[in-house]
């Protein structure tokens, strides 16, 4: 999933990207201008983290929570 909003100036059109691999679902920045947070901790680009049922994440002033059924 590739977050874009274009109404949301602050998020670019390959911000982020969700992923589910062996180990569950991870989240990477996609070198984005604005950069990406989980949690309230800012991502380094290219690089996934793994996320956890209730994450926050935030792509320039849009707020996520991720959940797991």
Not at 42 to 54: D, E, F, I, S, V
């Amino acid at each position: 999933m590739t977050f874009y909003d274009e109404d949301e100036g602050y998020v670019s059109r390959r911000h982020a990207q969700i992923g589910r691999g062996p180990n569950g679902y991870s989240i990477t920045d996609l070198d984005s201008y604005n950069g990406t947070t989980l949690n309230g901790q800012p991502l380094l680009p290219q690089r996934a983290y793994p996320l956890h049922n209730g994450d926050r994440i935030q792509v320039g002033l849009v707020v996520i929570e991720f959940r797991l059924r």
